[in-house]
C-alpha cells in the first residue's frame, strides 16, 4: 500500500489539544533496563536512589486474547457499570486503516477517563518514533491526579524500534490499575511474533476501511447521534458527493446539520443545497493557480474565499488535505499503474484532477507546503498579525515553493 504516513503532522495542524508529552519529573524516572520485572514483584525498584515505587495496583486479572470491532468497543464503553473506568480495559491496540475511527475511539475513552481541567495531568499523547521504553514505562507507572485512571495514547506502534517493543512486552503485564494504555498502529498484514504476543496481553479493535455499502449506513447513524435523522436517499446522495473518507463526511454532517436549522429530517434537496462542490472547486483553482506561480491570481481567489465567508482555518484544512492527497498521488502514479480512483478513494473526476495537478510541484515542494500550512495554522492561533495578512503570505510562500 502506497499510503503517506503523515497523520501526526496532520494530527499536531487539526486538533486543539497539545500534542506534546510534559516533561517527567526526575524524581520519577525510572530505567526500563533497571526495572524489576519479576511477575510476581508488586514494586518498581529505582536503582540510583534503591528507594520502591508504588503507582498502583498491579492487575491481577489474567490475561486473554481478545479482538473485537470498533461497534463492538463502543458498545461496552456506553454500556455496563456507572463507573466509566470500569467500562475501559487495561491496554488496547487499534489497528486498521480507518484513522478517523480510532481517533474517535480513544477520544471517547479520554472522555470517559480525563475530565478537561485534568487533561495536563493525566493523558499523555506519545509516538513510536519519538518514544523509548524508557520513556514509555516512566509515563505508564504514573499515579492519575484526583481520578481512578490515567490515559496514555501511543501513536505509530509500527515504528518502536525492536528494543522497545520487547521492553514493551514484558512491562505490560505488570500495568497497574490506574492507567489506560492505547497503542495505535496500521493495519499489520502480517502477525510477527510480536504482534502475535500483543494480542495476548492487550485487546484488540479492528479499523478496517468501512465498503461502500455501509457508508450510507455510517452516515444515517452518526446523524442519529447528532439528535437528526435523514432520509435514505439523502445519505446517498452525501456518499456521491463527499466520498468514502469519514472526517470529510462527518465534517459535511455537521454542516447538513446547522443548515436545517430546527427541521428534524436531513433531506436530499437539503443536501443538494448544502453540500455542493463549489468550495472544493475553489480549492482546486488556489491549488491550480499555485502550481502556475501566479500569486496574483492565488490572491484574487484567496480574497473571493474570504469574502464567501470561509474562515481561515477551513482553508488551510482543505489545502492541507490537497497537499496531502497530490503526495499521494505523485507517489501512487510512480510506483503502481492501477486506477487512482479506488487508491484515494474519491471520485474520478476529483482523482482527475489530482492527477492533473500533481506534476505541477516536486515532492520536495509539497512537503514545505505542507509545513507552511503547519506554521501558518501556529501564526493563525497566536494572534501577532491580522488573519488576513497571514493568510496572504502563506498563499504567497506557497507560490514561490
Request: with cysteine; glycine share 4%.
Amino acid at each position: 500500500m502506497f499510503f503517506v504516513n503523515r497523520n501526526r503532522m496532520y494530527r499536531r495542524l487539526f486538533l486543539d489539544d497539545k500534542r506534546k508529552t510534559k516533561p517527567i519529573p526526575k524524581r520519577l524516572v525510572v530505567s526500563v533496563a533497571n526495572l524489576n520485572l519479576n511477575r510476581h514483584s508488586k514494586t518498581i525498584h529505582v536503582q540510583k536512589t534503591g528507594k520502591s515505587f508504588m503507582p498502583g495496583k498491579k492487575s491481577d486479572k489474567p490475561s486473554s486474547e481478545k479482538e473485537i470491532t470498533y461497534f463492538e468497543l463502543l458498545r461496552k464503553l456506553n454500556t455496563g457499570s456507572k463507573d466509566p473506568a470500569e467500562r475501559v480495559d487495561l491496554v488496547y491496540h487499534f489497528t486498521g486503516e480507518e484513522d478517523f475511527l480510532k481517533e474517535e475511539a480513544w477520544r471517547k475513552i479520554a472522555s470517559l477517563l480525563v475530565p478537561d481541567e485534568l487533561k495536563s495531568f493525566n493523558l499523555d499523547l506519545m509516538y513510536g518514533n519519538e518514544t523509548s521504553a524508557d520513556q514509555l514505562a516512566n509515563i505508564v507507572f504514573l499515579s492519575p491526579v484526583n481520578a481512578k485512571k490515567r490515559l496514555v495514547v501511543l501513536f505509530d506502534l509500527n515504528k518502536l524500534s525492536e528494543f522497545s517493543k520487547d521492553m514493551l512486552l514484558k512491562f505490560l503485564p505488570k500495568l497497574p490499575d490506574s492507567v489506560c494504555l492505547i497503542l495505535l498502529s496500521p493495519e499489520i498484514p502480517s502477525k510477527s511474533k510480536f504482534y502475535t504476543a500483543l494480542e495476548k496481553l492487550a485487546t484488540t479493535v479492528k479499523f478496517p476501511r468501512l465498503w461502500d455499502n455501509q457508508i450510507p449506513v455510517w452516515i444515517t447513524n452518526r446523524v442519529k447521534e447528532k439528535g437528526k435523522k435523514i432520509e435514505g436517499n439523502a445519505s446517498r446522495i452525501l456518499h456521491d458527493l463527499v466520498g468514502n473518507e469519514l472526517g470529510d463526511l462527518s465534517m459535511a454532517i455537521d454542516k447538513l446539520i446547522t443548515y436545517i436549522g430546527d427541521n428534524e429530517t436531513i433531506t436530499a434537496k437539503d443536501v443538494e443545497a448544502a453540500v455542493d462542490m463549489s468550495k472544493t472547486n475553489t480549492v482546486f483553482n488556489l491549488m491550480d493557480s499555485i502550481g502556475e506561480k501566479n500569486c496574483k491570481t492565488s490572491l484574487e481567489i484567496l480574497e473571493n474565499m474570504i469574502l464567501d465567508g470561509e474562515k481561515p482555518g477551513g482553508i488551510i484544512y482543505w489545502l492541507a488535505i490537497h497537499f496531502e492527497r497530490l503526495i499521494q498521488t505523485k507517489e501512487f502514479l510512480s510506483t503502481s499503474s492501477g486506477p487512482l480512483t479506488s487508491f484515494l478513494r474519491v471520485k474520478p473526476f476529483l482523482a482527475n484532477k489530482y492527477q492533473n495537478q500533481a506534476p505541477n510541484f516536486t515532492m520536495e515542494e509539497l512537503e514545505n507546503g505542507l509545513m507552511f500550512l503547519y506554521q501558518t495554522d501556529v501564526d493563525l492561533k497566536s494572534n501577532h498579525m491580522p488573519d488576513k495578512m497571514i493568510m496572504e503570505l502563506l498563499v504567497y510562500n506557497l507560490c514561490h515553493l
